[in-house]
């Protein structure tokens, strides 16, 4: 049964940090793996998508990167901003085209002016 | 704009009173899914669709019925809602063919007294 830790569960910075977020799962067969967003009661924000062939993912600030064989993501963070704060949750398809995504329980970042 | 829309985004009932929150998406995608986000036990799929009128149990169906008569529509049925179905509900979807990335919907708080 795949599982879906992220460490740490929440994460203090000062603006302009660089930083990295965990993500790691116990089955290596995944299909991809989505990084998400998401601000206090609300929706989750796509921020990347790593296919399983690929090894990385850049979109602005923000990249990806997967390591299938050992089965761990990692999320980079450059140049924080408090406008960063949110809860970051990692989340993998393991089941071909069914699209049911196994979530971690996500990291809480914070990042002080 | 390409979204995921729920409504209600917030809803009070009592034990056993059926409701319906409804899900639609204007991405013409083939998949659709809801969650529930619980504390400590993170995201949950409860039922998805691969099409119209194709659906399947996800990992916590009990207590909850879904149809899928068109394609943008996936609403999620509580025919007697209990307290224990008090959580945070999300709608996602996505095209089914490729390593496509999930949508997800703002959320809808549901409280059940």
């Known amino acids: 049964k795949q599982e879906v830790t992220q460490i740490p569960a929440a994460l203090s910075v000062p603006e302009g940090e660089n930083l990295v977020l965990n993500c790691s799962f116990t089955?290596?067969?995944?299909?991809?793996l989505q990084w998400f967003r998401q601000d206090p009661g609300k929706g989750l924000t796509s921020l990347l998508l790593?296919?399983?062939?690929?090894r990385e993912q850049t979109s602005g600030r923000l990249n990806a990167s997967l390591d299938k064989s050992s089965g761990r993501s990692t999320l980079y963070i450059a140049a924080s901003q408090p406008g960063d704060s949110a809860t970051y949750l990692c989340?993998?398809?393991?089941?071909?085209?069914?699209?049911?995504?196994?979530f971690g329980q996500g990291t809480t970042l914070q990042v002080k002016p | 704009e390409a979204q995921v829309t729920q409504n209600p985004r917030y809803l009070i009932t009592v034990t056993g009173k059926k409701l319906t929150v409804t899900c639609s998406q204007n991405?013409?995608?083939?998949?659709m899914s809801w969650y529930r986000q619980d504390p400590g036990l993170g995201l949950r799929q409860i039922y998805y669709?691969?099409?119209?009128?194709?659906?399947d149990k996800g990992d916590v169906p009990e207590g909850y019925k879904v149809s899928r008569k068109e394609k943008r529509n996936f609403p999620l049925i509580l025919e007697s809602p209990s307290p224990n179905q008090t959580s945070l509900y999300f709608c996602?979807?996505?095209?089914?063919?490729?390593?496509?990335?999930?949508?997800f919907g703002p959320g809808t708080r549901l409280t059940v007294l």
């Open positions: 996602a979807s996505k095209r089914l063919a490729g390593f496509n990335e999930q949508f």
């Open positions: 089955d290596s067969a995944i299909y991809n």
């Open positions: 790593i296919q399983s062939s690929q």
């Open positions: 989340a993998v398809s393991s089941s071909g085209n069914t699209g049911k995504l196994i």
């Open positions: 991405m013409n995608h083939e998949y």
């Open positions: 669709s691969m099409n119209v009128e194709v659906t």
